[in-house]
């Protein structure tokens, strides 16, 4: 076989071979078939091992693949290729080659402008075309070619000052146009930009020597296409004096790096406010105003309302956040609230949710269009639209933004339009309200005209940056007419504009100086800027009526003027309020149980009052007197006192001075009616308390001992000491007070219950509150008030129980004493943790509180008062001691004879039972004796005489121990002449060695000496 014929069969061959792999797998899914790298390169197979790689021979779909040179050589073409699901590699149609590069210097020329051939890196193969800029020459070759060294075939050329050129010298402003991507501006801002420029260099008084060229490039709105784009426009000749970025996120990279160029940074199209900071770009201006512009407008909308407070939900994005910041600070200055704060990232399902659970009413929405109608879908879902709510959105939306659908929300026209209706914008004036001519010698409905020529009749609802057009076109004029105010200048200093470089900061500054004092009248309105290089504009304000915008005013904030036109229309009746309408309502006491714990209490210091009375009447009688009468009378105050302090108790409201209040904290200082409930209850405790524990107390005291000590003092009681103890637990108690009210006094505090919504369709919440008489440590206090009161309690409870047996004529009412304080301990130790459980509930509190005083009062002074006067009624001991030693002289001797007498009978009837005693004793005896005597005869007279021991003598001569005298028995003649010790002692009738013992009197008898 030839071999020319073997070469083409070799050649068939290889080039088959792939094709029919591939043919084969495309017929097998799930996969594509390993493909050959380039020449000089090789493929990065990632997530594999060189194994791996030798034994796969298809590679599952979505896998992809990323071409590597060898040396110097730089990918062109695709870079990356992905295996698809028909079974091949993306981008097939484009060829991946590893090429030498050369050196990228050739690519720049001053003063002058290169070309490259194909556009891209300078490759092998790469042709570069070279001219000068007007005035200048082109030295040496007009072209280069990249060869396969990597070397250009030429030369490098110059451009060299043209001595002999007299037209005019051209500027370039080097631009970013966002011409697709999330705002394309660039659609229209270019076509306006382009228009202005024409109209400058046609000028004649405005740069006469000079004409503008724009080298603008799209951006697509990318930070990271915007970076690739500036390091093209600052390392490509020619020197562009001027940056002219669009789109926030890129006017922020493009301004934050022109500052290391020298270069003035003007945008058309930025509202981030971040991008006002001086100190980050010096150099930066825009002719669209700050977003933060609107603030001033809402803040101005919110005081015509009367709203202070207000709710805000934005997306999460760089502007939205500096333009919420500005807006807290603007409102908080006007003394606005923002009381929700929400925030998204693409969902805003939680944030509304949020907003509709903590009430919000009045609400600042900031987020882009696309975010605006899923936020207003959950706003349907949720009802947080109609006549109780007002939104606030940016005015830069569509105008049937809401109409449009949308397949990443769930809800209908219809619903979208119930839900958006009524909703306020603020919008930044873009093209200006008046007919007047500024500084291009056009009117804005003139430029409007020229501008949808120069678009060719495109829909300007269709065309991205129609509206922000205006903008774009005076902000060349600003430029235009602030490098015309430079020429002057920078001749005086010998500098010319043409010699702007990078590196130079005199003409940049003087660029500068002209900028920030620009003061025209353009297409969008008065031009000027602000110390931070914001255009400063009016606001109009518009509000969606019936599916449509309509303008409801102006705001001119360099003024401060809102200029109205009266025709907002609510759902409501007019602007709603800013939250629900709060009514506080103050829980009262129920006025009939105050008027009947007021008539029991009132009885009870009725009561007290007589047997106060009874006991200072009847102070003198014995009886009285046995009973310590002033313990009594302070008992008797301390429970009128303590009733006393029910009606405080009881007294609410305006009583309390100050009814304004607005939380939990509010609290008027020193209330009188806190003061006397403290101050009855405390000493009305102490006086009536106090008095019964001292009786109970020196009754222990002296009574539970048996020295003889103790003994003697049980006849010496000596009343100082009684009230000596009353006084020391009443100056304690006053002495506690004190020290509470002057280091924590009592306040009026406000308790706020959970709100409750009335009957009927009304935006009103009912605010239930309940004041107290409350100190910042009240619990602390109370603790150590009911500690000392509760130790005071048990020690009392424990001393009535020790002396419920003993009887003393000094203090005779001992006994009702403890009793007293049974019933009161166990109602105060019930009382105290009932009440403070039941301080919210005002009517059960007071009637617990109250009825438990009432309750102890009562039995208090029964307890003590009504025996004694019952006694003193039926025993008829009404006579006072002096009226009984008046009588006494008069009836001295009646009394002695009538004692003596009754001593007789009573001594005559012992006589006779002592004869009758003694009778019987002698029938006893003479039955003992015959007993005996047949007991003796009985005995067998054997037994006597077998007895070893002491003979035993006859009954006549010893008398058995049975017949004995009984103990304590005496003779009739002694008998007679006794008594018992009870009348010895009140008659000197009989001698006192003639008394007889009360165990000498048979116990049956004994009733008889004291009947």
Request: glycine share 6%; proline share 6%.
């Amino acid at each position: 076989m030839p071999c020319p014929v073997m070469a083409w069969l070799l050649f068939i061959f290889f080039c088959c071979v792939p094709t029919l792999s591939v043919a084969i797998h495309n017929s097998t899914a799930g996969g594509c078939a390993i493909i050959r790298p380039p020449r000089d390169g090789g493929i990065r197979y990632r997530g594999l091992t060189q194994e791996q790689i030798r034994s796969v021979q298809i590679l599952p779909v979505d896998y992809e693949i990323e071409y590597i040179c060898r040396g110097s050589r730089i990918i062109v073409g695709p870079k990356v290729r992905k295996c698809l699901p028909d079974g091949t590699w993306t981008d097939m149609s484009q060829h991946s080659r590893c090429l030498l590069l050369c050196p990228r210097a050739w690519t720049s020329l001053e003063n002058g402008r290169v070309l490259l051939q194909p556009p891209g890196p300078p490759v092998e193969s790469t042709t570069l075309r070279y001219s000068c800029h007007a005035g200048f020459k082109l030295e040496g070759r007009n072209s280069s070619y990249c060869t396969k060294l990597g070397k250009w075939d030429s030369p490098k050329p110059a451009c060299l000052f043209d001595r002999n050129y007299t037209g005019k010298k051209k500027l370039y402003i080097g631009a970013l146009f966002p011409m697709s991507g999330g705002w394309p501006g660039g659609q229209a801002c270019l076509p306006s930009a382009q228009m202005a420029l024409d109209l400058v260099n046609n000028r004649s008084d405005i740069l006469p020597d000079y004409e503008l060229e724009l080298i603008y490039y799209d951006s697509m709105c990318d930070p990271g296409e915007a970076t690739k784009l500036l390091y093209d426009l600052l390392y490509t000749e020619p020197i562009k004096i001027v940056l002219m970025p669009g789109c926030s996120s890129v006017s922020t990279l493009v301004a934050e790096a022109a500052r290391m160029w020298n270069l003035i940074v003007l945008s058309y199209g930025s509202s981030s406010p971040a991008l006002s900071n001086r100190q980050r770009f010096p150099t930066f201006f825009r002719t669209h105003p700050s977003a933060t512009l609107h603030n001033p407008t809402r803040v101005k909308l919110f005081q015509k309302w009367n709203w202070n407070k207000i709710a805000t939900i934005q997306q999460t994005t760089e502007v939205f956040t500096s333009t919420l910041d500005d807006l807290e600070q603007r409102v908080k200055e006007a003394g606005i609230e923002i009381s929700v704060r929400q925030s998204f990232l693409t969902d805003p399902a939680v944030a509304v949710k949020n907003l509709k659970r903590q009430d919000a009413r009045i609400i600042v929405g900031l987020f882009y269009e696309t975010e605006a109608r899923k936020v207003f879908c959950e706003v349907f879902k949720e009802k947080l639209y109609g006549k109780k709510y007002v939104w606030f959105l940016i005015g830069w939306y569509a105008d049937n933004w809401f109409k449009i659908k949308d397949p990443a929300i769930n809800c209908t026209v219809e619903n979208m339009t119930e839900a958006v209706e009524g909703h306020i914008t603020t919008e930044i004036v873009m093209l200006n309200p008046e007919t007047v001519r500024g500084a291009s010698n056009l009117t804005s409905q003139e430029f409007l005209g020229a501008l949808m020529n120069r678009l060719g009749g495109k829909n300007p609802e269709e065309t991205g940056g129609f509206q922000e057009a205006p903008l774009a076109y005076d902000a060349v004029w600003a430029l235009a007419l602030a490098l015309n105010k430079t020429v002057e200048p920078l001749k005086t200093k010998g500098r010319r504009l043409e010699d702007f470089n990078y590196n130079n900061h005199d003409i940049t500054a003087e660029i500068y100086r002209a900028l920030n004092t620009s003061s025209f009248e353009g297409v969008s309105g008065h031009v000027v800027f602000d110390a931070q290089g914001s255009r400063m504009a009016w606001t109009l304000i518009e509000q969606l009526q019936g599916g449509s915008y309509k303008k409801i005013g102006y705001y001119d904030m360099t003024k401060g003027n809102l200029s109205w036109y009266g025709n907002d229309k609510w759902i409501g009746s007019g602007p709603p309020a800013d939250q629900t309408v709060v009514i506080r309502e103050f829980r009262f006491l129920s006025q009939n149980l105050f008027i009947s714990v007021s008539v029991f209490a009132s009885l009870g210091i009725l009561l007290g009052i007589v047997c106060l009375t009874f006991n200072i009447y009847n102070s003198n009688v014995r009886y009285i007197q046995n009973s310590q009468p002033y313990l009594n009378n302070m008992t008797a105050v301390g429970c009128m006192l303590a009733l006393a302090a029910v009606f405080p108790l009881g007294i609410d409201g305006p009583h309390h001075g100050n009814d304004d209040g607005d939380d939990a904290n509010r609290s008027s200082p020193v209330p009188v009616v806190c003061q006397f409930r403290l101050w009855l209850l405390g000493l009305g405790f102490s006086l009536a308390y106090g008095s019964m524990f001292t009786k109970i107390w020196w009754v222990h005291t002296l009574f539970t001992k048996k020295d003889e000590k103790k003994e003697k003092k049980k006849q010496h009681l000596e009343p100082w000491k009684l009230y000596a103890t009353v006084g020391v637990l009443l100056a304690i108690d006053v002495l506690s007070l004190m020290i509470w009210q002057i280091v924590d006094p009592l306040l009026i505090t406000i308790e706020n219950f959970t709100t409750e919504a009335p009957k009927g369709d009304l935006d009103v919440l009912i605010q239930p509150q309940l004041k107290h008489c409350s100190s910042k440590k009240m619990n602390t206090w109370l603790g150590v008030v009911y500690g000392y009161k509760g130790l005071l309690l048990l020690l009392g409870i424990f001393l009535a129980y020790e002396t419920k047996s003993i009887s003393t004529e000094k203090i005779n009412d001992h006994r009702a004493v403890g009793m007293a304080i049974y019933n009161v301990a166990v109602l105060c130790m019930i009382t105290a943790p009932v009440t403070m459980i039941l301080s919210s509930q005002q009517n059960a509190s007071f009637a617990f509180a109250s009825l438990a005083i009432i309750f102890s009062v009562y039995i208090t002074l029964v307890v003590l008062f009504v025996p004694k006067i019952r006694r003193l009624i039926t025993r008829g001991e009404w006579q006072s001691e002096q009226q009984d030693t008046l009588k006494t002289a008069s009836s001295t001797n009646n009394n002695d004879e009538e004692k003596s007498r009754q001593l007789e009978r009573e001594n005559r009837e012992l006589q006779k039972i002592i004869q009758q005693k003694e009778e019987r004793v002698s029938e006893l005896r003479s039955q003992l004796a015959e007993r005996q005597a047949l007991r003796s005869r009985r005995r067998p007279s054997g037994q006597t005489q077998n007895h070893t021991g002491p003979q035993q003598p006859p009954p006549s001569q010893a008398e058995p121990k049975q017949l004995s005298q009984p103990p304590g028995y005496s003779p009739a003649d002694k008998l007679s002449s006794s008594i018992p010790p009870s009348f010895s002692n009140s008659s000197n009738l009989y001698q006192p060695d003639s008394k007889l013992s009360r165990n000498h009197c048979h116990n049956s008898r004994l009733p008889l000496l004291y009947k």
